[in-house]
């Protein structure tokens, strides 16, 4: 049977444009929901995904599909309220997490992680069918945007961009105290000591070099707030860097924690923040750079700490 074309004026306004396109072909409600899915549907002239929406008189709906074809919705995508997608393409995502959640599972093997939310989101489902291949870790406790490849092949070669210092990486950081100098930059190798802390040394041979540069963006009573770009990405920078400085980020339990405390802040994570990343498409070339909000609590924050 060729396909069935047919078009008409709405007469009348009506609340559901599903229930129009239902009663002129005759089929159940969830066939009707593949046709808008699949392109079958169109209101004056334009594509028409929303099957919910409102029909108003005098709009020109218009119907092509092939009768013979059992139309079936296209799952929708699980949307998480742990992050949200900056940029995604076929070959790599962008993310922004909140703050509270691991980016990957640790030696316990936690499956509450970024990881596995983001591979359920790819897999269109709670049943994980598309790997989410890590490239760079945030703390749990920062928020911000990371990348993902969406094949191995792809997160090595943005791993490789990664280690030659290649994406430009830009975070805010709120830091305890009074930051006299208006920008900087600590150089330092970090090393672990037993209890899995990092620290600075500065014997080359002792630790991973570790470089990070800071301007001053505003001062407020008892804190400073900071944009910071990292030269480097080793584990915990940062956190180190602004510890070993004297001027902890705020909310920090685990480097300097009594003068990472500020009465102000009340909020259980860190006051960091990734705020942008731009790299090379490891497949087009382009540039991509991705951009996000800082988090509420950090303008809350500043508003009660004004100077």
Not at 7 to 20: E, F, G, I, K, N
Not at 113 to 124: D, F, I, P
Not at 173 to 190: K, P
Not at 266 to 288: C, D, E, N, V, Y
């Amino acid at each position: 049977m060729p396909k069935q074309k047919q078009s008409q004026r709405l007469s009348a306004d009506t609340a559901r444009l599903d229930l129009v396109v239902q009663a002129l072909v005759g089929e159940s409600r969830s066939y009707v929901r593949g046709m808008f899915d699949h392109g079958c549907v169109m209101l004056d002239g334009q594509p028409c995904k929303d099957a919910g929406q409102p029909a108003l008189r005098g709009q020109l709906l218009a119907l092509d599909y092939d009768p013979q074809q059992k139309y079936r919705e296209i799952p929708k995508t699980r949307m998480s309220t742990r992050f949200t997608v900056a940029y995604e393409d076929a070959h790599l995502i962008v993310v922004e997490k909140i703050a509270g959640i691991l980016t990957v599972p640790t030696d316990r093997g936690e499956q509450d992680t970024l990881v596995h939310e983001v591979a359920r989101y790819l897999s269109k489902g709670q049943r994980i069918t598309h790997k989410a291949y890590i490239v760079h870790r945030l703390d749990r406790d920062t928020s911000g945007l990371l990348v993902f490849g969406k094949s191995q092949s792809v997160a090595s070669a943005l791993k490789d961009q990664f280690e030659a210092r290649k994406p430009d990486r830009e975070y805010v950081a709120i830091a305890a105290g009074r930051m006299e100098h208006n920008q900087g930059t600590v150089r330092s190798y970090l090393t672990t000591n037993d209890d899995l802390d990092q620290y600075s040394t500065q014997v080359a041979g002792e630790g991973k070099l570790a470089v990070t540069h800071y301007n001053v963006e505003k001062r407020l009573r008892g804190a400073t707030m900071l944009r910071v770009h990292l030269e480097t990405g080793r584990r915990n920078q940062i956190r180190v860097h602004l510890a070993e400085m004297g001027h902890p980020i705020l909310g920090d339990v685990r480097y300097e924690v009594e003068l990472a405390k500020h009465p102000a802040w009340k909020w259980a994570r860190l006051a960091l923040h990734a705020l942008s990343l731009g790299f090379a498409h490891p497949i087009t070339g382009k540039q991509i750079k991705a951009t996000s909000q800082l988090p509420a609590c950090f303008g809350e924050f500043a508003r009660s700490t004004h100077l």
